[in-house]
């Protein structure tokens, strides 16, 4: 596996780790992959930073979440830009976004900067 390959792997295991805390609301799990200079703009338009997004989590426990069309943009060396679906199960909704992240890579650990999520049709 070539670098960018090993990359992408990671960081799509990383975004999956994410979903998955966030279904089981674990909070310590997700502030271990957030960095401490993390901002979000969810798909409500709302602004999160690391603290807010930690107090939120357990608010909107989600059902089941799927990835596709996973792509990876190196910008440097220790940065890395995510772009990527999601189709996400709350209660009876499906809900799809499109969604980007940005990953930087601190001491050997990827943790992401900043992430925003669009919600568009299925």
Not at 94 to 119: C, K, M, N
Request: glycine share 6%.
């Amino acid at each position: 596996m070539n670098a960018h390959a090993a990359i992408e792997a990671t960081l799509h295991a990383a975004e999956a780790a994410l979903l998955d805390a966030q279904q089981r609301g674990d909070v310590d799990a997700i502030a271990a992959l957030l960095a401490s200079d993390f901002e979000e703009i969810g798909s409500s338009g709302r602004r999160y930073d690391r603290d807010s997004m930690l107090a939120a989590l357990g608010t909107a426990i989600l059902d089941a979440a799927e990835i596709t069309d996973f792509s990876l943009r190196l910008l440097a060396a220790d940065l890395a830009l995510v772009s990527f679906r999601t189709r996400v199960r709350r209660g009876g909704i499906v809900l799809h976004s499109l969604r980007s992240s940005l990953w930087r890579r601190e001491y050997d650990t990827w943790r992401i900067a900043f992430h925003q999520g669009t919600p568009c049709a299925g």
